[in-house]
């Protein structure tokens, strides 16, 4: 058979299908027969994860004072690089041991934590260090995940210009 001849009985053979399908009456389930009633329809999600991730992350980079951005976005830029090479909970360790004496690194760990787990900075320590291996490797790459959003709408969102400085 040459190819024509094959694409034309193929081409049939899915009319056959699509038309067999069409005409299947559907049986219709009561509940009077036994069967449970149709679960009722799911609430519509707000989003998928990274959606919800950057819709955070956007709203945290937004309330950062002008004079407080380049400090925060350095933080941004830094935390996934530091997530990579040492670990989530030493990344988030060395944040919370710098927060008193640089505020940027207080701001950003708050703004993270609160984005990702919905806590403050202490409960996400907590939490990278108390969790199973498992527990840790998942909060590991949401905690990435994140960190890539922080990173790009503070680099995208424009900080404080020169004449603002003077």
């Known amino acids: ?12 053979r899915q009319t056959r299908k699509e038309a067999a399908l ?23 999600m707000p989003g998928t994860r990274a959606q919800r991730q950057a819709s955070a992350a956007l ?8 004079g407080q951005r380049r400090d925060y976005k350095a933080r941004a830029d830094g935390f996934p690089v530091m997530v990579m ?22 701001l950003y760990l708050e703004d993270f934590a609160q984005a990702l787990i919905g806590e403050n900075g202490e409960a996400l320590l907590k ?3 108390d969790a199973p291996l498992a527990e840790y490797r998942r909060l590991t790459r949401e905690a990435l995940a994140l960190a890539e959003w922080f990173k790009r ?5 424009p900080a404080e210009t020169k004449e603002a400085e003077k």
């Open 153 to 157: 709408f503070a680099q995208a969102w």
């Open 127 to 129: 939490r990278a260090i």
């Open 59 to 66: 709203a945290k980079i937004k309330a950062v004072e002008p």
């Open 22 to 44: 069409n005409q299947a009456p559907i049986p219709e389930i009561s509940p009077q027969a036994g069967h449970p009633p149709p679960p009722a329809a799911a609430p519509p």
């Open 85 to 106: 090479q040492a670990g989530l909970a030493q990344a988030v360790g060395f944040h919370f041991a710098k927060r008193q004496g640089k505020h940027a690194h207080g």
């Open 1 to 12: 058979m040459d190819s024509y001849k094959k694409k034309q009985l193929k081409q049939e």
